[in-house]
């Protein structure tokens, strides 16, 4: 089984910036993809970003290409996502998840995060 756990959400204006962070536990995350999902109020979850156990792949949404960037500490069982230029378009929870696979492909997440909230003020 493995846990993993959210922060860094919170309060912030339009053109600002912050770092969502994700620490897992509970086993190595050896080979395992890590991802970054968002849900807004009134919406389908969608993904984000994910990137390979050796951050070799790195895949985004068109959405936040280019604005947000994914990135992991094995060491420390950590995956990050750095979002800059926020717009009131990216609140919603942020959810960390984590499977075996490949980076590229947006389905088969075994393990989720409980989320972490994110609002972007006009």
């Known amino acids: 089984q493995v846990q993993l756990v959210e922060s860094g959400g919170g309060l912030v204006q339009a053109g600002g910036s912050l770092r969502l962070s994700c620490v897992a536990s509970?086993?190595?995350?050896?080979?395992?993809?890590m991802g970054w999902f968002r849900q807004a109020p009134g919406k389908e979850r969608e993904f984000v970003a994910a990137?390979?156990?050796?951050?070799?792949?790195?895949n985004y949404t068109p959405a936040v290409k280019g604005r947000f960037t994914i990135s992991r500490d094995n060491a420390k069982n950590t995956v990050y996502l750095q979002m800059n230029s926020l717009k009131p378009e990216d609140t919603a929870v942020y959810y960390c998840?984590?499977?075996?696979?490949?980076?590229?492909?947006?389905?088969?997440?075994?393990?989720w995060g409980q989320g972490t909230q994110v609002t972007v003020s006009s």
């Open positions: 998840a984590t499977k075996l696979g490949i980076a590229s492909t947006t389905e088969n997440y075994k393990y």
């Open positions: 509970g086993r190595t995350l050896t080979g395992y993809v």
């Open positions: 990137i390979s156990w050796d951050g070799a792949t790195r």
